[in-house]
């Protein structure tokens, strides 16, 4: 019930972040947006405990990880239509292999946010996501 209440309300937070913060962005501008939203979501919008309890209760459901893993829905939609964008935009190489690319900030998100889980203070949650995803599109001269 928990591993729904917790899908229930990040497709609504994600929702509304494409309908309200979303819709004038483009390209890494929109994406640098999403991780901040997401970082938003993860620090407070979801009590850290509770978070906490989610992901270790998905580690013993293994039919559930996928949606733990977000492999599809709001949020690889918004990242995706992004990194097009950015393409149009000449931002990333049209030569870019995209869901690479998608892959990869859905695991930096996914590590970030355990991370943030075992720790007992502050933790930069947007800055160590978009710090290692621009790195990674500067260093692979996307």
Known sequence: MLTEAFSYRGKNFYAAMENEYLKELRGLEKLR??????AKLRQEIYDKEELRFHHTNLLKMPD???AAQESNGKLVEMIAQSIEEAREMGE?????DARAIEDM????IRGATWEYLTT???YPFEQKVWGIVSHYLKESGL
Do not use: H, K, N, T
């Open 33 to 38: 947006s999403i991780v901040r939203y997401v």
């Open 64 to 66: 559930r990880m996928g």
């Open 92 to 96: 990333i190489s049209p030569d870019a």
């Open 105 to 108: 900030i859905l695991l930096v």
């Open 120 to 122: 007992e203070d502050s």
